[in-house]
């Protein structure tokens, strides 16, 4: 596999020397072609060099790395996002499915994130990852969500989704106006991203959008009819908790 150029963004030398040591050792197909300890000074760095790869830092001082990639209007690079905070950033990047590794750095999440971003070089994927990202960091209210399918990359934006039905360690999604989708990811990882926008668990293998919820119905246990007719079935250990968000919502 042909060596892949890239650049380090991070305000902290510490933080440079050893995401800079863990690559030279253990990940030998990447070829550092430069460090910038600031948005203004990785600019001119990136046009200098014109990079495949970016590992950036999302905070630094002056501006983050959010708007370092608003400087760009056509992206011919990849990005692995290094941050040390887990919080609202992080949010935007797994629902742009990006790639991130938390600090301190750990070497299989290090390892992994590239070998996964140097197949998308190496295949010529398209950089709409990054496009999504910088739309859900502006838009946090209203994301869209990148659905990883067999041959590509579906964003799509949740409030869309009328519910996730989970099987096994994939999950079936129904939307408004498409065909589903089957995802390679569990419920309970689509439960955590999706919980901030009115989404609950109904049933052990089901996960609704509670403003897709058109009806209560109180026989058999207690059912959801959903907006595109679907009905849902209610498990007695989440009835009380169910009703009592479609009470407060509604």
Do not use: W
């Amino acid at each position: 596999m042909s060596p892949i150029t890239a650049i380090l963004i991070d305000d902290e030398k510490s933080g440079r020397e050893n995401l800079s040591g863990l690559l030279h050792t253990h990940c030998p197909q990447i070829d550092l072609a430069g460090e910038a300890t600031s948005v203004a000074s990785a600019i001119p760095l990136i046009e200098r060099t014109n990079p495949q790869l970016i590992f950036l830092d999302i905070e630094m001082p002056g501006a983050n790395g959010f708007q370092l990639l608003e400087h760009f209007q056509n992206f011919t690079f990849e990005v692995i996002f290094v941050t040390a905070y887990d919080n609202y950033a992080i949010k935007a990047i797994r629902f742009s499915a990006a790639d991130y590794i938390l600090k301190p750095i750990n070497l299989n999440e290090l390892t992994q994130a590239v070998h996964k971003v140097s197949e998308r070089i190496h295949q010529k994927r398209s950089a709409e990852q990054i496009n999504q990202l910088r739309y859900n960091s502006q838009h946090p209210q209203n994301p869209r969500i990148g659905l990883p399918t067999a041959d590509r990359i579906e964003f799509i934006e949740v409030k869309s989704i009328i519910r996730c039905q989970g099987e096994s360690n994939y999950t079936h999604l129904f939307f408004e106006n498409r065909k589903p989708l089957l995802v390679a990811k569990t419920l309970v990882e689509f439960e955590e991203l999706l919980k901030e926008y009115h989404f609950i668990r109904a049933h052990k293998t089901h996960l609704v959008n509670l403003n897709h919820v058109q009806s209560y119905l109180k026989n058999d246990g207690g059912r959801l009819l959903m907006s595109n007719g679907d009905i849902i079935q209610i498990s007695r250990r989440r009835k009380e908790t169910v009703t009592q968000e479609l009470m407060r919502r509604f």
